[in-house]
T-cell receptor
Framework: GAVVSQHPSWVICKSGTSVKIECRSLDFQATTMFWYRQFPKQSLMLMATSNEGSKATYEQGVEKDKFLINHASLTLSTLTVTSAHPEDSSFYIC?????????????FGSGTQLSVL | TQLLEQSPQFLSIQEGENLTVYCNSSSVFSSLQWYRQEPGEGPVLLVTVVTGGEVKKLKRLTFQFGDARKDSSLHITAAQPGDTGLYLCAGAETSGSRLTFGEGTQLTVNP
């Protein structure tokens, strides 16, 4: 089956630094990728939708200058948390929708646990 | 905006018991999915239902899509500790539209 690789799995950083999270579709082309944020034992909150070669669409309340998303190719999307602060600590997950698959089919990455000190 | 209400939010049961998780909305969905997620990992798709009244079985798990395609349920028979996890329902209003996730049900099955 299709695989989405998310890297890193976890990251600890100092307050004020920027952190980049990568989401790669390994064996399919991802036309659309989604980025979510999740707090412990809670559901996924959609942050933004990115389509290859165009600007990401952010959900209401998500700061686009804070969470930079780049979807430069059909196999890679990145989320950069700029000037991270402790309140940005969370579990971030990406998912991808691919060419040739049913529209409802989403493939999820394994998530990135971000801890900002 | 679609809203998916999932209940219960937390459920702690003993091994061998049965349970049902509900996912309800006032909106009609073209499809509805159920996921299971373990700590520190991404959600794993369990099933997709697309037809009103549809029932799908996956070993001890039974999934049902309401006739009006506004609600769904997940029933687990003889729960096992390995069933412990966060169960999420997610619906798409139209084919190809983004998924709306329910609030999740944290299930703990005690040995």
């Amino acid at each position: 089956g299709a695989v989405v690789s998310q890297h890193p799995s976890w990251v600890i950083c100092k307050s004020g630094t920027s952190v980049k999270i990568e989401c790669r579709s390994l064996d399919f082309q991802a036309t659309t990728m989604f980025w979510y944020r999740q707090f412990p034992k809670q559901s996924l909150m959609l942050m933004a939708t990115s389509n290859e070669g165009s600007k990401a669409t952010y959900e209401q309340g998500v700061e686009k200058d804070k969470f930079l998303i780049n979807h430069a190719s059909l196999t890679l999307s990145t989320l950069t948390v700029t000037s991270a602060h402790p309140e940005d600590s969370s579990f971030y997950i990406c998912s991808a929708k691919g060419l040739g698959f049913a529209n409802e089919k989403l493939f999820f990455g394994s998530g990135t646990q971000l801890s900002v000190l | 905006t679609q809203l998916l209400e999932q209940s219960p939010q937390f459920l702690s049961i003993q091994e061998g018991e049965n349970l049902t998780v509900y996912c309800n909305s006032s909106s009609v969905f073209s499809s509805l999915q159920w996921y299971r997620q373990e700590p520190g990992e991404g959600p794993v798709l369990l099933v997709t239902v697309v037809t009103g009244g549809e029932v799908k079985k996956l070993k001890r798990l039974t999934f049902q899509f309401g006739d009006a395609r506004k609600d769904s349920s997940l029933h687990i028979t003889a729960a096992q500790p390995g069933d412990t996890g966060l169960y999420l329902c997610a619906g798409a209003e139209t084919s190809g539209s983004r998924l709306t996730f329910g609030e999740g049900t944290q299930l703990t099955v005690n040995p």
